[in-house]
């Protein structure tokens, strides 16, 4: 694949979101400089796609992969030039060891068997390969006062795992991750604000939700976001 034709995301996320706030600039330097070095990378579970491009704007051969047709249609109009496959993702889908980075963003959270998942993905890594994986804090303000309130409605929660920030960081130790760093972003997520929160107003609500973050405990926190090693039994 030619990625040097490739540009960053400029447009808009998976919710109508504005790629320019804050919280996308950090998420974006945060996986990127993870990701230094790598050749090849797999997103699982790449929605609309921004984080696949991304990769592939700083010169790095990705696929983003997703079970839903509608959202990699979106993903190759918004992306020309960037692989993207429907494909539930197996066992033997891939080779083992095929990419040296593999980058899933608040995708494990929706796994029914996210064990079979975990070891799918780190198998799939080659060894001393790096994960970047995004997910909720199952104990944080957002679930406890979202999820919870969605629950006393009558409505399900579109959670199938909820765990704190050690329950993640053990179940990837389980599945042979070690864990580098632990990056925590948000207390209140974007997506309970209003896509029309634009312009100056929108920055500033969006930077004292970060700046809050920054001086809360990690615990109060909507999501972590783990810089993970791959680990072999010898290790």
């Not at 030619?2 to 998976?14: L, S």
């Not at 704007?57 to 959202?71: E, F, H, R, V």
Request: charged share 20%; proline share 6%.
């Amino acid at each position: 694949m030619d990625t040097g034709n490739v540009q960053a995301p400029t447009g808009r996320g998976d919710t109508g979101r504005s790629f320019g706030f804050p919280w996308y600039e950090q998420n974006r330097r945060w996986m990127l400089d993870w990701a230094a070095g790598s050749l090849s990378a797999l997103e699982f579970g790449c929605g609309v796609g921004w984080m696949t491009a991304t990769l592939a704007g700083a010169g790095i051969d990705t696929l983003g992969i997703d079970i839903s047709g509608p959202k990699v249609e979106q993903a190759r109009n918004r992306y020309p030039g960037v692989r993207f496959e429907v494909l539930e993702m197996g066992p033997d889908t891939f080779v083992p060891g095929s990419f040296d980075f593999v980058v899933s963003n608040q995708v494990l959270e929706h796994v029914p068997d996210v064990d079979a998942v975990l070891a799918m993905l780190h198998a799939v890594i080659r060894p001393g390969g790096r994960a970047f994986f995004s997910v909720p804090n199952g104990y944080g303000l957002y679930c406890l006062l979202y999820d919870k309130l969605a629950g006393a409605l009558g409505r399900q929660s579109e959670h199938e795992q909820f765990h704190s920030l050690g329950q993640w960081q053990d179940k990837f130790a389980q599945h042979g991750f070690r864990t580098v760093d632990v990056l925590s972003q948000n207390i209140l997520p974007y997506r309970l604000f209003p896509p029309r929160l634009q312009g100056s107003a929108g920055l500033y609500i969006h930077g004292l939700n970060l700046g809050l973050c920054a001086i809360t405990p990690k615990s109060w926190a909507s999501a972590f976001y783990f810089r993970l090693e791959r680990l072999d039994a010898a290790d």
